[in-house]
């Protein structure tokens, strides 16, 4: 029955689509269809082998699934296929198209922009060559967004200039054009510029005729009612700046935009600071610790940064692949015709064994280029999520809990002056309040940054020990270390330090151990770490590996170094990771 069912619901879709064909042959880039639909469609140009067919169903496939979920793995694999068939029917301008929807995503992404930059040079170095002024001026605006909101700790004063005169150049092209859209934009990004400056009386000009000229729910009102929120905000004028965040807090959600979100949250937990509405304030300092978690430490972020590498990597095989095919079959027919000329068995072995040779010599090639790629984009995602942390524990120490320690000063200036009862029930129940924020706010600081790391790594190790064992009084944790601590590099002492920190966190939450003990051996040629626990222990056998152990077998891939667990149900577990000292101590 369901197979009848799925019988005609295939036949009916077949029956539309033949309707639509026979006028167009194709479908076009707005039209919209759902993902079976699309599927269908998939399926009748791989039938046929029609490329362009293929190149223009995975880019409405992507288009679809960007729609859905902005940031993943699907939507940039299927645009990858899509600029993949284009290619190969030599429409570059089609590849470039669909290149750009992903160069668009990787801007907004801190730890992959610099590849966006390079596909929207490449574009616009072919659409000079072409003098198409109006792609000249779309690519000129996706690399002056990235030149303002990314790489604005690189400016000086002379890089300053240079960007406010392309910036004009750039919206006198666009009027020229005469391309409301293009015009939008460029005034916008003006906006943001002159904002980063502090030129608020102008930026605000600049974002407000963007503003107009806006579409409803679109990005570019998103942009504008952000940026005008925080020109407010500098202007003190909190109640507007809040009202104008709010409305682009609604359409980031509609968008399900989670980069511009946190910024977005952020602003807000500071106006509400500013008047002293401290439990609205504290809702959205959650609120954006939340979102930069689900953006940058999410697994779906982690497999989209990826997914560039790895596609690249993919074409670039198959591009081979068809070159050394095309290769292997003339040589094939060269060695028949030899063959049955001279019939020279000794020959053949010969040429057979060369095959073979260059064959492992490319396989050595691709498995060093994989590896490469592999390490440079897991340094990437390392890097993104330790500089994010930084600066999330850098807001809260510095934002949240000044805000708290002048809540408090003023609670504590007022003891003197009130009566005894409105003290005893009102003003010191809230001072204790107050007090384990702090202590809470500084907690989830330390452990975003590692302060003590700047004392050792030994003292660092022992110091997280200390912490765990404060916050589970009934179980006893033992530290030791053995040997000379050498200077270890910030880099990696990082590293393991988060490795113990996940160990310790996996013991807490799941072992109901009884004792953990950690122990940390200073050998000649490697550090080696063993946490052990007499707790529930568990079936490696049956463990799938989740982004918690993931994590720590990327570091330490990344290190160069080595894990071994050892676990067996109400055995308890040990893990025992060791790294080499060869690239691990400062010079």
């Not at 072409?130 to 604005?152: C, F």
């Not at 003006?190 to 579409?215: C, H, P, T, V, W």
């Not at 805000?403 to 009862?421: C, G, M, R, V």
Request: net charge positive; aromatic share 10%; charged share 25%.
């Amino acid at each position: 029955m369901n197979l009848l069912r799925k019988f005609l619901s295939l036949l009916i879709a077949s029956l539309l689509f033949s309707a639509v064909w026979a006028q167009t042959q194709y479908p076009t880039l707005n039209d919209r269809y759902s993902p079976k639909q699309i599927d269908s469609l998939i399926k009748v140009f791989e039938a046929k082998n029609d490329k362009k067919g293929l190149a223009i169903t995975h880019e409405l496939k992507g288009i679809f699934f960007q729609n859905i979920y902005f940031y993943s793995s699907v939507t940039f694999n299927n645009f990858f296929i899509s600029s993949q068939y284009y290619l190969e029917l030599n429409d570059r301008e089609g590849a470039f198209r669909v290149k750009k929807r992903i160069a668009d995503l990787y801007s907004v992404d801190d730890v992959m922009y610099t590849i966006a930059v390079g596909y929207y040079k490449e574009a616009l170095k072919y659409f000079e060559q072409k003098g198409d002024e109006a792609k000249i001026a779309e690519y000129n605006l996706d690399l002056l967004n990235i030149a303002i909101n990314k790489d604005s700790f690189k400016r000086t004063e002379k890089r300053v200039d240079s960007l406010e005169q392309s910036l004009e150049t750039t919206i006198n092209l666009c009027k020229k054009l005469k391309d409301q859209r293009y015009l939008t934009y460029a005034y916008n990004l003006y906006g943001s510029f002159l904002l980063q400056g502090n030129r608020l009386e102008k930026a605000e000009r600049y974002i407000d005729m963007s503003l107009q000229m806006s579409e409803p729910k679109t990005q570019l009102e998103l942009l504008n009612l952000y940026h005008k929120g925080q020109i407010k905000k500098r202007k003190n004028d909190i109640p507007e700046a809040i009202v104008l965040l709010r409305r682009s807090e609604l359409i980031a959600e509609i968008r399900n935009n989670k980069y511009l979100m946190q910024r977005i949250c952020q602003a807000l937990a500071e106006c509400y600071t500013a008047l002293n509405d401290f439990p609205k304030a504290t809702e959205y300092w959650q609120k954006t610790y939340l979102s930069i978690n689900r953006y940058y430490n999410s697994g779906a972020t982690q497999l989209a940064r990826t997914a560039v590498v790895n596609s690249d990597l993919r074409f670039a095989n198959m591009q081979q692949d068809l070159i050394e095919q095309k290769k292997e079959t003339s040589e094939s027919w060269n060695y028949v015709l030899f063959l049955a000329l001279v019939l020279l068995f000794v020959l053949a072995i010969s040429i057979r064994n060369g095959m073979k040779a260059k064959m492992q010599r490319r396989e050595l090639a691709n498995q060093r280029k994989i590896t490469t790629l592999e390490l440079q984009s897991m340094k990437s995602l390392i890097d993104g999520q330790e500089k994010e942390r930084n600066r999330v524990a850098k807001d809260l120490h510095d934002g949240l809990g000044a805000h708290l320690s002048s809540i408090k000063l003023f609670i504590e200036n007022q003891k003197d002056k009130s009566d005894p009862l409105i003290q005893r029930q009102l003003l010191e129940p809230l001072a204790k309040s107050i007090d384990e924020a702090c202590l809470e706010t500084r907690n989830i600081s330390h452990d975003l940054r590692p302060f003590s790391l700047k004392y050792g790594f030994n003292t660092a190790i022992e110091d997280l020990v200390k912490k765990v064992q404060n916050a589970l009084p009934g179980v006893e944790l033992i530290f030791a270390s053995y040997g000379e601590e050498p200077v270890i590099r910030e880099e990696v002492a990082l590293m393991v330090y988060r490795i113990v920190q996940e160990l310790l966190n996996n013991a807490a939450k799941y072992a109901n151990a009884t004792q953990i003990t950690v122990q940390i051996f200073y050998e000649t040629q490697q550090i080696s770490v063993h946490v052990e626990d007499d707790g529930l222990g568990f079936d490696l056998n049956g463990v799938k590996e989740g982004n918690g152990l993931g994590n720590i077998r990327s570091r330490i891939d990344y290190l160069g170094g080595q894990v071994i667990w050892q676990a067996a149900p109400d055995q308890g577990t040990a893990v025992i990771i060791s790294v080499p000292l060869q690239n691990s101590i400062k010079p």
